[in-house]
């Protein structure tokens, strides 16, 4: 479970998250959307405290980061651990090969022995049809396949919530749907996700829930399809009215 209270993010002058409260349930399939500039990756990074918030606290499972008091490094590292997140740039260590990406973290963060983090780290790239390049390195390797190994990675540190900063953004058309298709996958096996995302029939299929954000607050939290059907608000009918 997720809960932020009162939760707002200031860049010097700035005001780019204004009093967000929101809960997301285990198992909730969660995705937001709004026009850029919204504040839509700022909140998601507030969830694993990539970003801290000026003010407000953040839940996760039994663990309170509290701008305002409790904001430990033991707080945030305990956070953390309990959420995978894949960014739209992937950040696979190019040096090593996509085996290695996968087990590296496993073994030196969570202990894991070597030979049970590799056997883990094949079940995951079989998971999204990537068993075969385990020896590629990720130059050798396409968008949609970077991103898919970069999901593999984040599975691999075994946790209960997995963000998604626009994960398919930096990806040709083409190679979209294999990305999509894997994410498909993980809400059929009940994963608790929150997707940043600017595929609305992603949005619109796959998400038990849909948050519209602009200009630093959710503005509507709704089902995916009553948002799509019948927004209830001004700024969101033109927004949709806009999507070609």
Known sequence: MIKMSHISKTFGTLNVLSDINLT????????IIGPSGSGKTTLLRCINLLEMPT????TVGSVTFNADGNR?????????????????NFHLFPH?????????????????PPEAAKNKAIQLLDRVGLKDKASAFP???????KQRVAIA?????EPNIMLFDEPTSS???????????????????HMTMVVVTHEMRFAEAAASRLLFMDQGRIIE????????TKPKTKRAQEFLSRLV
């Open 72 to 88: 430990s490094n033991e707080t945030i590292t305990a956070i953390r651990k309990q959420i995978g997140m894949v960014f739209q």
């Open 55 to 58: 003010t407000g606290s953040v």
């Open 153 to 157: 990675r984040a599975l691999a540190m």
């Open 221 to 228: 939290d709704t089902s995916p399809k009553a948002f799509f």
């Open 139 to 145: 130059a050798q390797l396409s968008g949609g396949q």
């Open 24 to 31: 997301i349930q285990e198992k909730e399939i969660v995705a």
């Open 96 to 112: 090593l090969s996509v085996l290695d990406n996968l087990t590296y973290a496993p073994i030196h963060v969570l202990k894991t």
């Open 171 to 189: 990806l040709d058309p083409e190679m979209v749907k294999e990305v999509l298709d894997v994410m498909k996958e993980l809400t059929h096996n």
